[in-house]
């Protein structure tokens, strides 16, 4: 059994779904060099109307391992509205080594949260910058 790779969500008022290593466990296990890490905030489309969320609400993250000229997913961690069903479905992806090349061609469904996933603009290592507002939507 592959207990890294063990999808898990923590059912609290703003979810938490977890698969796969934290950029830090990938650090320690396969060296700083050959790991690259994206994240962003954001804003469910959902909420637009509610203005009791602020616009970095929920957070997303996604660990990368160089594999050759390839990055290799090794980890996805989502806060956000229901967690545990987008996490299940990109844990499949996680287990089978889905890379950031093909996620990036993957076109999310819109208006999901889960499309966020999709084409994460900032590396762990720069600030999230939520002046342009959502990326497709204009809110």
Same mark, same amino acid.
């Given at each position: 059994m592959d207990y890294v790779n063990i999808a898990t969500t923590v059912f609290t008022p703003l979810e938490l779904g977890t698969v796969g290593y934290t950029e830090a466990a990938a650090e320690e296990k396969f060296g700083k060099d050959n790991i690259i890490a994206y994240h962003n905030s954001f804003k469910p489309l959902e909420w637009n109307f509610d203005t009791s969320h602020p616009n970095d609400a929920c957070y997303i993250k996604e660990i990368f391992r160089k594999d050759g000229? #390839?990055?290799?997913?090794?980890?996805?961690?989502?806060?956000?509205?229901? #967690?545990?069903?987008?996490?299940?479905?990109?844990?499949?992806?996680?287990?089978?080594?889905?890379?950031?090349?093909?996620?990036?061609?993957?076109?999310?469904?819109?208006?999901?949260?889960?499309?966020?996933?999709?084409?994460?603009?900032?590396?762990?290592?720069?600030?999230?910058?939520?002046?342009?507002?959502?990326?497709?939507?204009?809110f």
């Open positions: 000229h #390839a990055l290799r997913c090794i980890g996805i961690h989502y806060v956000g509205p229901n #967690a545990g069903e987008v996490i299940q479905g990109f844990a499949v992806a996680v287990r089978i080594g889905v890379t950031k090349e093909q996620l990036d061609k993957t076109v999310g469904i819109h208006p999901t949260s889960a499309e966020e996933l999709m084409e994460l603009p900032f590396k762990s290592t720069e600030e999230i910058n939520l002046s342009e507002g959502c990326k497709g939507c204009g």
